[in-house]
């Protein structure tokens, strides 16, 4: 994963720990304080949030314990890898489109960053500007020409 990736899981598990986790410690004591528990639906939607936040806890602390960090910003080179922001022209519209090829965790279509195992950057790696890259959409298939390979 990137820097940033690995940045954002660490901002996340921050907050889930040091806000969300006390919180919600409330939440459960003020429920419990209203008396009967079996019928107490507060102190179950609390329960039910509190074991949902530390399952999430845990799935960061394992994601980044196995995380191999890259710092895109010393990488270089002409052809596309992990990390590159890849500009490609779609040769039917001559629409521009720009995707940085992030961990599978960090993917965000909407912000042009692709997983590295998606359809469209496995069709990527390896390639050369002026390199022609066919991919297979859900819409049918896209040829696409390689305009630029940038890193950082």
Request: hydrophobic share 35%; net charge negative; aromatic share 4%.
């Amino acid at each position: 994963m990137t820097v940033a990736g690995y940045a954002a899981l660490e901002e996340e598990l921050k907050r889930r720990q040091q806000i969300e986790r006390p919180r919600i410690i409330q939440a459960i004591a003020e429920a419990r304080a209203h008396g009967d528990l079996s019928e107490n639906a507060e102190y179950h939607a609390a329960k039910e949030a509190q074991g949902h936040n530390e399952g999430r806890i845990a799935e960061i602390e394992d994601r980044m314990s196995r995380a191999e960090v890259i710092d895109v910003s010393k990488l270089s080179g002409s052809s596309v890898m992990f990390g590159a922001t890849v500009t490609l022209v779609d040769e039917d519209t001559e629409e521009e489109k720009r995707y940085q090829i992030v961990g599978e965790n960090e993917a965000d279509v909407k912000s042009g960053k692709v997983s590295i195992t998606s359809p469209i950057a496995r069709a990527l790696i390896g390639k050369k500007i002026g390199d022609t890259v066919e991919v297979n959409t859900p819409g049918g298939g896209k040829s696409y020409e390689v305009v630029n390979v940038a890193f950082g």
